[in-house]
């Protein structure tokens, strides 16, 4: 079965440092993946997504991820960090007729 | 557009109470879904639509049923709440499929004592 794997449950930023969510999935061939972010006691927004081609995406909030086949990852980074972005933050894999979420990321930002 | 919609926003039940979820979207998606999250495990799918009268089972499907009538609505049931379904629900919908970006509501939360 698949399975979609964010190995920090919470990290903690300074406002304007650099930041990188990492994500990693199991599945047998290149799946579509996902980021979202969801803000306390709110839906989840999607910030970008990779199906294939360019390895690096773009997305919203000044958030990219690059897909690393090899290593079976899909990590998340902003260069630097504003306090707006604190919330939670999901890696998700879809596949056939099935969506997987990973346990989430929890993202305090500090001045 | 007002996206995907879910009512109520907050519920409490008792133990062995029924209920009805709603979630209605106005973007023509085809393909609906329904999840629950619980703190620790991420979202889990419940049941999914990929169209008007198909419906089919997710992760975690018991003590729930779902039906299908319109494009537009895909409303999730309660047949008898246990203390484990509380939960936040989140109803998603998806112009391309089940795999491919899902738009979510703004969910429901709810407590069964």
């Known amino acids: 079965a698949q399975s979609v794997t964010q190995p920090d449950i919470h990290i903690t930023v300074s406002e304007g440092a650099s930041l990188e969510l990492r994500c990693n999935y199991s599945y047998g061939a290149t799946p579509y993946l996902f980021w979202y972010v969801q803000s306390p006691g709110q839906g989840l927004q999607l910030l970008l997504k990779?199906?294939?081609?360019?390895?690096l995406v773009q997305g919203i909030k000044g958030f990219e991820a690059e897909f690393k086949r090899s290593q079976s990852s899909f990590n998340l980074r902003k260069p630097s960090v504003h306090w707006s972005d604190a919330a939670e933050y999901f890696c998700?894999?879809?596949?056939?007729?099935?969506?997987?979420f990973g346990t989430g990321t929890s993202l305090t930002v500090i001045p | 557009n007002a996206g995907v919609t879910q009512t109520p926003k907050f519920q409490v039940l008792k133990t062995g109470q029924s209920m009805t979820l709603q979630c209605a979207q106005d973007m023509n998606h085809e393909y609906m879904s329904w999840y629950r999250q619980d703190p620790g495990m991420g979202l889990r799918l419940i049941h999914y639509s990929v169209g008007a009268g198909i419906t089919d089972q997710g992760e975690v499907p018991n003590g729930y049923n779902v039906s299908r009538s319109t494009t537009e609505d895909f409303p999730l049931r309660l047949l008898s709440a246990a203390p484990s379904q509380t939960s936040v629900y989140f109803c998603a919908s998806s112009p391309r499929g089940l795999a491919y970006e899902q738009y979510f509501g703004p969910g429901t939360r709810l407590t069964v004592t």
């Open positions: 990779y199906f294939s081609g360019d390895t």
């Open positions: 998700a894999v879809g596949d056939g007729n099935q969506f997987y």
